[in-house]
């Protein structure tokens, strides 16, 4: 268990269609903001009957883990493979207890509720690596020095989820080249900008001393799993659906966990010091800094972004082909009727309009809790989002329309 | 006006009205002494209508500008606060609640938080929006 960072090899990245896979398995970057407020959207179905959200946050990483396992994964590269991911250090202390001095969802609070336990992301990787039933039994979070994992006998109850075959799009469009786009006079150099992001290591390391987190533009990363996006966020969703809560308020619950992310991180990347000396030279205007995050949130694995149209101050509109929501439900579920289901696009698309057109982030707000209350609690100015083709529904490519 | 956890036998025909951008101020208020960070109104209400679902099989639109409540769901909203939201607001309720009585006889008492009074002079839920366009459902043909 003591092999050191540098004589272990990265995993094996293979990036296609906007999607970059390790594994077999789609992968995408995200946020600390986003991975709290999806968690907590997810424990809001608490108690609910046979509902168990907090079985399906452990037990839907198990699933994952075991298929990586199926493809030739060790231990050790599972071990490596959740430091490399952001998700932390983890340490076997004896037969039947693990730890993780540090980790990603043990040091992000979701501070609305009472705090409690938060690692189940950890308990079903660890139930996916050993085989075993896993419980969390110490939390950073309610004032452990480290989170603790007990061990029991028996193994974990969990099926594969990722049961459909759906392949990514291989036909994508270059940028203002498809049907319908509006003629786009930009110096923005997107190849440019990716292939200079690509460049910042956006990996934590497995190796005593260090903390297997990825901290970069001010915030903590993950390289998680698609698959564990879509089924809690879609099992919680069809749940909430089931019990008859109204569509626009259990939507909106996941909207905004991706307008937060992207309000928080886009909003960060957009004052870092490496958007300054690479982007900020390139724009002239608010269209320009779209042009130039689009690039940047096309290294993430969230498919690949492309802008149709835009009006400045009035209207976004955004394409993207496999988007890992639309690619990620059809490998779940059978098509639905329903286009509304890209929840953390649409956030994001309706966050990134609202970091220029409403709060103009050139102006380097500082983006604070507060801010971000004073801003949302202010209906001037502000956008709605509202999804007009769905992979999930057998469209060609998801499609958004962000206006006021 | 004592409230249903205040007393040994529940009435059971009380409505209750609570203005919702009261509410959501009195609870950003109380997270802030307690250093929380505050919630937007819409997250607020989009939770809370959630939540309230879950626990009373019944649904509050709470991104009206009042919300009217019974016995049972006062109490819920109650409990809801204090474990989903870390706020304790027994006090905040005895004072932002409103009896139908009340409202009937004294209309043109102001609430102790009225929207006006809020720091951003903004507040009428009725202006609160989510940001999922909603389109109206067509009428089928």
Redesign the interface.
């Known amino acids: 268990m003591n092999h050191s960072e540098d004589t272990y090899k990265h995993p094996q990245v293979i990036a296609t269609g906007g999607h970059n896979v390790i594994g077999g398995l789609s992968r995408v970057y995200h946020c600390s903001y986003y991975n709290a407020y999806l968690q907590m959207a997810v424990l ?2 608490q ?2 009957g046979t509902h168990q959200p907090e079985r399906l946050l452990t037990d839907s990483v198990t699933a994952l883990v075991q298929l990586l396992k199926q493809r030739g994964y060790t231990k050790l590269d599972l071990l490596h493979e959740f430091s490399y991911s952001g998700f932390g250090f983890l340490q076997q202390l004896d037969e039947n207890t693990w730890e993780t001095p540090h980790s990603h969802y043990g040091e992000n609070l979701c ?4 705090p409690q336990k938060t690692c189940y992301f950890t308990s079903g990787y660890l139930q996916g690596l050993l085989g075993k039933r896993v419980e969390e039994t110490e939390c950073k979070l309610l004032g452990a020095p480290t989170d603790q994992f007990a061990v029991f006998d028996d193994a974990p109850n969990v099926e594969n989820f990722l049961t459909r075959q759906f392949e990514l799009q291989t036909t994508i469009p270059e940028r203002f080249a498809f049907e319908g786009c509006q003629g786009f006079n930009t110096r923005v150099d997107e190849e440019k900008i990716i292939a200079n992001f690509k460049a910042i290591p956006l990996y934590g390391k497995h190796a005593q001393g260090e903390t297997g987190l990825i901290k970069a533009f001010g915030t903590i990363l993950t390289n998680h799993f698609i698959g564990y996006y879509n089924r809690i966020s879609y099992e919680t969703y069809f749940a ?1 659906h089931n ?4 569509e ?6 996941f ?2 966990a991706g ?1 937060i992310c992207a309000f928080n991180t886009f909003g960060r990347i957009m004052s870092s010091p490496e958007w300054y000396s690479l982007v900020v030279p390139m724009c002239e205007s608010k269209d320009d800094w779209l042009h130039g995050m689009i690039a940047a949130i096309n290294i993430l694995g969230w498919g690949v972004y492309r802008i149709e149209k835009i009006v400045p101050e009035k209207e976004l509109i955004m394409r993207v082909y496999n988007s890992y929501e639309g690619v990620g439900f059809r490998r779940i579920y059978p098509p639905t009727d329903d286009k ?1 289901m890209s929840f953390l696009a ?2 994001a698309t ?1 966050g990134l309009v609202h970091l220029l057109w409403k709060v103009d982030i050139r102006d380097k707000p500082a983006l604070t ?2 801010f ?3 801003q ?4 001037e100015n ?1 956008y ?3 999804q007009t083709h769905a992979i999930a529904a057998g469209d060609e490519y998801d499609r958004f ?1 962000v ?1 006021n | 006006m004592k409230l249903p956890w205040e007393i040994n036998t529940m009435t059971e025909n009380n409505v209750y009205s609570i203005s919702t951008s009261a509410l959501f101020h009195a609870l ?1 208020v109380s997270r802030k002494k307690q250093d ?8 607020i209400a ?2 809370l ?3 309230f ?2 626990k009373t099989n019944s ?1 509050v639109n709470f991104k009206h500008e009042n919300a009217e409540l019974n016995d049972a769901q006062l109490i819920a909203l109650q409990e809801l606060l204090e ?4 706020a304790k607001m027994t006090d905040e309720l005895r004072t932002l609640v409103k009896t139908r009585e009340q409202l009937q006889e004294k209309t043109d008492i102001p609430h102790n938080i009225t929207p006006s009074s809020q720091p ?1 002079g ?2 009428l839920l009725n ?9 109206p459902q067509e009428s089928p043909a």
Do not use: C, W
Not at chain 1, 248 to 253: C, L, N, P, R
Not at chain 2, 83 to 86: I, L
């Open positions: 809001l179905t108690g609910m501070t609305h509720g009472k909430l019990a008859g809560i109204p626009e308020d259990s939507k909106e619950m909207i905004q307008h509304n649409m956030g309706l809790e507060d971000y209350v004073e949302f609690n202010n209906p502000s709605t989002v509202e329309i206006s | 950003n929380l960070m505050a919630i937007e109104n819409t997250l989009s939770k209508g959630i939540l679902a879950l649904y474990q989903h939201f870390s951003d903004q507040g202006k609160i929006r989510g940001f999922l366009k909603i389109r």
